[in-house]
């Protein structure tokens, strides 16, 4: 039986409902009287726990934010790319209420009668959330008003304009730096300790460096290595401290699927911090339905593109790579490719013979493995665990960061990325090969990479395909200053033109694609394969027709296209969103910026 925590909460740190100005300028907790309740370690305890917030398995609908995925959702960047954004119709983001949460305990943590290592624990925790706050914070709006106390109606704070994203950086940074020194180390199974506080502070300054580096409009560049060295030295103590290593059992078409498919992490030397599902603890979560590709989302052939050949050779080095069928494009690849995708021949329970594709309108014809549990039991299906935290983050982000400052070394680099590799049974990652032949592919995809290009390419490769469908690759985007790749809208399969298919690998068709203007036969007048099963019929044609497959080409076959809409990300300012409108005429001291 898996290891469990109740969480235990009570009501006056639940967060209460938000007014005018977004929950800053309610009254702090009513229920909580300071005088009353901050007076021991179980006191400081509730009101911490009260505050726990992390990921969950909803996480692996969230690439449909990036390239990763083809969507029919109304994505908010999406919609802004295509349609006329302004700050009266983007109005998400500017929710304060769980700020001042975490700031009255701040406030009034210090009167317990404890010792002073206890108030810097439950402190540490706090400033762990106001940190994570805050960098999504940034990540949105880039300047906002920094708060560190509670505030009362009549404050004139809650009228003060945007703090420069200077002051607030380094204010997530003191936050983050205390947490990690503070923080225990030993905590209660699925709550963060010391080296979750320890990943998200090596996480906030890879993407603060990183951005700096390449965003000349927030002007801080020359302050960009100094977050690097920040992440780089992070990431390595928490290497150093050899608490954690790469879940590898010697069995590279498992090892990584694993992560995504286990009843229990609690026990997984790669998760640094695991959310917990139990049913039979009343807290469980099935994502299946939504997760596989029939909903909103379908995996992008971009993506499928970038993994490497099982031999570490380049896909996209192949001659008519691009003209490759389904069942060859699987052929020979990163195995994590297979533990990612549905690939042809998978099986799908309680299916006896293999899961044929199926195609749709606006999808790409893949689907999504990763986070789909294939199980029929309940009890499986919503016992899942979440890796919120992974070792493999630390490692990536330890290479990263020193690629991007220019000191990374071999040595570093079989430290980090090639035990990724290696756990996906790929040779090793070679830095001087990879500056020496960067792969063209990506320098077209992230062209303002000038310098040490072969090996920080190959680096982001690796994040893409390590951290596919984790909620990871719309922030990489964003650093790096590659929203561009955004305007492309996202395409599928290949089919060379009308007719009969293989989906399953096994050398006989499954689907016939035919003209949108036919008919689709009766089931009794439907044409049999050799194996004496029904094909399946899709009618094919352009987008914007009446058909159920769009190719890019019509009859001429082509990649499958899911719109047809143009896209149009603008630089900066789609880097950033606007300050809602009616927060602006509340406080006329909040300006927009970036041409919002």
Same mark, same amino acid.
């Given at each position: 039986?898996?290891?469990?925590?109740?969480?235990?909460?009570?009501?006056?740190?639940?967060?209460?409902?938000?007014?005018?100005?977004?929950?800053?300028? /309610?009254?702090?907790?009513?229920?909580?009287?300071?005088?009353?309740?901050?007076?021991?370690?179980?006191?400081?305890?509730?009101?911490?726990?009260?505050?726990?917030?992390?990921?969950?398995?909803?996480?692996?609908?969230?690439?449909?934010?990036?390239?990763?995925?083809?969507?029919?959702?109304?994505?908010?960047?999406?919609?802004?790319?295509?349609?006329?954004? %302004?700050?009266?119709?983007?109005?998400?983001?500017?929710?304060?209420?769980?700020?001042?949460?975490?700031?009255?305990?701040?406030?009034?943590?210090?009167?317990?009668?404890?010792?002073?290592?206890?108030? $810097? +624990?439950?402190?540490?925790?706090?400033?762990?959330?106001?940190?994570?706050?805050?960098?999504?914070?940034?990540?949105?709006?880039?300047?906002?008003?920094?708060?560190?106390?509670?505030?009362?109606?009549?404050?004139?704070?809650?009228?003060?304009?945007?703090?420069?994203?200077?002051?607030?950086?380094?204010?997530?940074?003191?936050?983050?730096?205390?947490?990690? &020194?503070?923080?225990?180390?030993?905590?209660?199974?699925?709550?963060?300790?010391?080296?979750?506080?320890?990943?998200?502070?090596?996480?906030?300054?890879?993407?603060? !460096?990183?951005?700096?580096?390449?965003?000349?409009?927030?002007?801080?560049?020359?302050?960009?290595?100094?977050?690097?060295?920040?992440?780089?030295?992070?990431?390595?103590?928490?290497?150093?401290?050899?608490?954690?290593?790469?879940?590898?059992?010697?069995?590279?078409?498992?090892?990584?699927?694993?992560?995504?498919?286990?009843?229990?992490?609690?026990?997984?030397?790669?998760?640094?911090?695991?959310?917990?599902?139990?049913?039979?603890? !009343?807290?469980?979560?099935?994502?299946?339905?939504?997760?596989?590709?029939?909903? @909103?989302?379908?995996?992008?052939?971009?993506?499928?593109?970038?993994?490497?050949?099982?031999?570490?050779?380049?896909?996209?080095?192949?001659?008519?790579?691009?003209?490759?069928?389904?069942?060859?494009?699987?052929?020979?690849?990163?195995?994590?490719?297979?533990?990612?995708?549905?690939?042809?021949?998978?099986?799908?329970?309680?299916?006896?013979?293999?899961?044929?594709?199926?195609?749709?309108?606006?999808?790409?014809?893949? +689907?999504?493995?990763?986070?789909?549990? %294939?199980?029929?039991?309940?009890?499986?299906?919503?016992?899942?665990?979440?890796?919120?935290?992974?070792?493999?983050?630390?490692?990536?982000?330890?290479?990263?960061?020193?690629? @991007?400052?220019?000191?990374?070394?071999?040595?570093?680099?079989?430290?980090?990325? %090639?035990?990724?590799?290696?756990?996906?049974?790929?040779?090793?990652?070679?830095?001087?090969?990879?500056?020496?032949?960067?792969?063209?592919?990506?320098?077209?995809?992230?062209?303002?990479?000038?310098? %040490?290009?072969?090996?920080?390419?190959?680096?982001? /490769?690796?994040?893409?395909?390590?951290?596919?469908?984790?909620?990871?690759?719309?922030?990489?985007?964003?650093?790096? &200053?590659?929203?561009?790749?955004?305007? &492309?809208?996202?395409? !599928?399969?290949?089919?060379?033109?009308?007719?009969?298919?293989?989906?399953?690998?096994?050398?006989?068709?499954?689907?016939?694609?035919?003209?949108?203007?036919?008919?689709?036969?009766? @089931?009794?007048?439907?044409?049999? $394969?050799?194996?004496?099963?029904?094909?399946?019929?899709?009618?094919?044609?352009?987008?914007?027709?009446?058909?159920?497959?769009?190719?890019?080409?019509?009859?001429? !076959?082509?990649?499958?296209?899911? @719109?047809?809409?143009?896209? $149009?990300?603008?630089?900066?300012?789609?880097?950033?969103?606007?300050?809602?409108?009616?927060?602006?005429?509340?406080?006329?001291?909040?300006?927009?910026?970036?041409?919002?």
């Amino acid at each position: 039986m898996k290891k469990y925590l109740y969480i235990l909460a009570i009501a006056a740190v639940s967060t209460l409902a938000a007014c005018k100005k977004g929950g800053l300028d /309610r009254f702090p907790q009513d229920a909580i009287s300071p005088n009353l309740f901050f007076n021991n370690e179980q006191d400081l305890a509730l009101y911490v726990n009260g505050l726990l917030s992390q990921p969950d398995r909803g996480t692996y609908l969230n690439d449909q934010s990036s390239d990763n995925v083809a969507t029919t959702a109304a994505v908010e960047v999406k919609n802004i790319m295509v349609g006329s954004a %302004n700050s009266q119709n983007i109005t998400g983001g500017w929710d304060w209420g769980r700020l001042r949460d975490i700031n009255y305990f701040l406030e009034n943590y210090k009167k317990a009668q404890v010792t002073q290592n206890i108030k $810097n +624990h439950y402190a540490g925790l706090a400033r762990y959330y106001r940190a994570a706050f805050y960098l999504d914070k940034v990540k949105r709006f880039s300047d906002v008003p920094w708060y560190s106390g509670t505030l009362e109606p009549s404050s004139k704070d809650l009228y003060k304009g945007r703090d420069p994203r200077k002051l607030v950086a380094d204010s997530i940074m003191a936050d983050l730096d205390f947490a990690y &020194k503070n923080v225990r180390e030993s905590v209660p199974v699925g709550t963060p300790g010391k080296w979750a506080v320890a990943t998200l502070y090596a996480r906030a300054a890879l993407y603060e !460096g990183t951005y700096r580096k390449y965003h000349d409009e927030v002007g801080l560049k020359e302050s960009a290595n100094t977050f690097l060295e920040t992440a780089a030295k992070i990431a390595g103590e928490i290497m150093g401290s050899g608490k954690f290593g790469i879940y590898n059992t010697g069995k590279p078409d498992q090892d990584y699927g694993t992560l995504f498919s286990s009843q229990d992490l609690t026990g997984n030397n790669e998760v640094i911090l695991t959310n917990i599902f139990d049913l039979t603890k !009343g807290k469980g979560q099935n994502v299946n339905s939504t997760v596989f590709g029939d909903y @909103e989302q379908a995996p992008a052939k971009d993506l499928i593109q970038t993994y490497l050949m099982k031999d570490g050779s380049r896909f996209t080095d192949l001659a008519n790579y691009a003209q490759m069928g389904f069942v060859e494009e699987f052929k020979n690849r990163d195995p994590r490719l297979v533990q990612t995708m549905v690939y042809p021949g998978w099986v799908r329970v309680p299916d006896a013979t293999p899961y044929i594709q199926r195609l749709n309108k606006n999808f790409t014809g893949y +689907h999504q493995l990763k986070g789909y549990v %294939n199980s029929t039991d309940n009890n499986t299906l919503n016992g899942v665990d979440f890796p919120v935290y992974r070792y493999a983050e630390v490692l990536l982000t330890y290479a990263e960061a020193l690629a @991007e400052l220019g000191t990374l070394t071999q040595g570093q680099l079989d430290q980090s990325v %090639n035990l990724l590799r290696r756990r996906a049974g790929l040779p090793d990652l070679n830095m001087a090969a990879a500056n020496a032949n960067p792969d063209p592919v990506l320098k077209l995809q992230y062209p303002n990479v000038t310098a %040490n290009t072969g090996v920080i390419l190959e680096i982001r /490769r690796e994040r893409r395909v390590e951290f596919a469908f984790e909620n990871m690759r719309y922030d990489d985007l964003m650093r790096w &200053k590659v929203g561009k790749l955004l305007a &492309k809208s996202p395409e !599928g399969m290949y089919f060379k033109g009308l007719g009969k298919y293989d989906l399953t690998g096994d050398g006989v068709d499954d689907i016939i694609l035919i003209d949108r203007t036919n008919t689709i036969p009766a @089931e009794d007048q439907k044409e049999k $394969n050799s194996l004496g099963v029904k094909l399946v019929y899709y009618r094919a044609r352009n987008i914007g027709t009446d058909a159920t497959v769009y190719l890019k080409n019509g009859n001429n !076959g082509g990649n499958i296209v899911t @719109e047809n809409v143009v896209r $149009n990300f603008e630089e900066p300012k789609f880097y950033y969103r606007p300050i809602p409108q009616q927060q602006i005429v509340l406080n006329p001291n909040l300006k927009q910026i970036f041409g919002w």
